[in-house]
């Protein structure tokens, strides 16, 4: 079956999903299942970056990263 993260999932449950399954990035879903966005490794690595240097700021998307 396919890795899915629900939409109220916390951040850690998300995070221990895609290292469960061993997966780099998996869709977030919400109560009807449909796909609201993407859960990446590679996100959450940023997000928790901008933490650590006290940046709280949205983290940009793919697109946006890619744009740059």
Known sequence: ???TIDG???LRD?????????ARYAPVT???GRVIGILSLE???A????????HIDE???AAERAAL
């Open 43 to 45: 996100l959450i690595t």
């Open 8 to 10: 109220e999932d916390l």
């Open 59 to 61: 983290v940009p998307s």
């Open 1 to 3: 079956p396919l890795l």
């Open 47 to 54: 997000f928790l970056g901008q933490q650590t240097a006290g």
């Open 14 to 22: 998300g995070l221990s999903d895609l290292l469960q399954h061993g």
């Open 30 to 32: 919400d109560g009807s």
